[in-house]
């Protein structure tokens, strides 16, 4: 698997790396993911097999998005969907600029939950995200409920804006800017390669 992002994270003394899904090669394992029972009330996808590679056909075509797996010392552990903002439904929420970007995500293997691991993940994907020049802000909106994930886009440099209704959830809109992104992280991202 060829990582489309790498980097090691000293914070956490791992490498972290994200890789292009791949329908063939990932669909068991995602679909395994999203039968878990602390990732079914969030993602809604506890589908069967045919099914859920049907959506996961769809989404690999769908060109406002771009799907990851995420991994730690190469074991793949989580699930990204990092999105242009045009052309999603969440556009309807606010006022988008044309480069902004969103990104949503699960952690599929249960031993790597309560370790940590979910800050520098989502910093690592939001530090890409920020590589496209023209992106000035990377949004995010958590099912409300999940009051966990919240928290954690907020370490990130997130901040919430405001309750938004969307087809499969009441989801908290929430901005990371640039600025204030590279303001908290700046020490962090020392050997970033893509």
Same mark, same amino acid.
């Given at each position: 698997?060829?990582?489309?992002?790498?980097?090691?994270?000293?914070?956490?003394?791992?490498? @972290?790396?994200?890789?292009?899904?791949?329908?063939?090669?990932?669909?068991?394992?995602?679909?395994? %993911?999203?039968?878990?029972?602390? $990732?079914? !009330?969030?993602?809604? @996808? /506890?589908?069967?097999?045919?099914?859920?590679?049907? #959506?996961?056909?769809?989404?690999?075509? /769908?060109? #406002?998005?771009?799907?990851?797996?995420?991994?730690?010392?190469?074991? !793949?552990?989580?699930? %990204? +969907?990092?999105? %242009?903002?045009?052309?999603?439904?969440?556009? =309807?929420?606010?006022?988008?600029? !044309?480069?902004?970007?969103?990104? #949503?995500?699960?952690?599929?293997?249960?031993?790597?939950?309560?370790?940590?691991?979910?800050?520098? @993940?989502?910093?690592?994907?939001? #530090?890409?995200?920020?590589?496209?020049?023209?992106? +000035?802000?990377?949004?995010?909106?958590?099912?409300?409920? =999940?009051?966990?994930?919240?928290?954690?886009?907020?370490?990130?440099?997130?901040?919430?804006?405001?309750?938004? +209704?969307? !087809?499969?959830?009441?989801?908290?809109?929430?901005?990371?800017?640039?600025?204030?992104?590279?303001?908290?992280?700046?020490? $962090?991202?020392?050997?970033?390669?893509?």
């Amino acid at each position: 698997m060829q990582p489309e992002f790498s980097f090691y994270d000293l914070t956490i003394q791992k490498t @972290l790396s994200f890789v292009k899904v791949d329908l063939e090669r990932d669909v068991s394992l995602l679909h395994k %993911w999203q039968q878990q029972p602390y $990732v079914i !009330p969030y993602w809604k @996808l /506890d589908v069967s097999f045919e099914e859920y590679r049907k #959506h996961l056909e769809t989404f690999l075509a /769908d060109q #406002h998005q771009t799907l990851y797996l995420g991994l730690i010392d190469g074991v !793949p552990m989580s699930y %990204w +969907e990092a999105y %242009w903002v045009k052309g999603d439904v969440v556009e =309807n929420c606010y006022e988008p600029h !044309p480069e902004d970007q969103g990104i #949503h995500l699960l952690i599929g293997v249960e031993a790597f939950i309560g370790k940590g691991y979910a800050l520098p @993940l989502l910093r690592a994907i939001v #530090h890409f995200q920020f590589l496209s020049k023209g992106t +000035e802000k990377v949004i995010a909106e958590p099912d409300i409920r =999940n009051e966990k994930m919240i928290h954690v886009f907020e370490k990130c440099g997130f901040e919430k804006v405001k309750a938004i +209704e969307l !087809p499969d959830k009441t989801g908290m809109l929430m901005y990371c800017h640039r600025e204030t992104f590279e303001r908290r992280w700046k020490d $962090v991202f020392q050997t970033v390669t893509t």
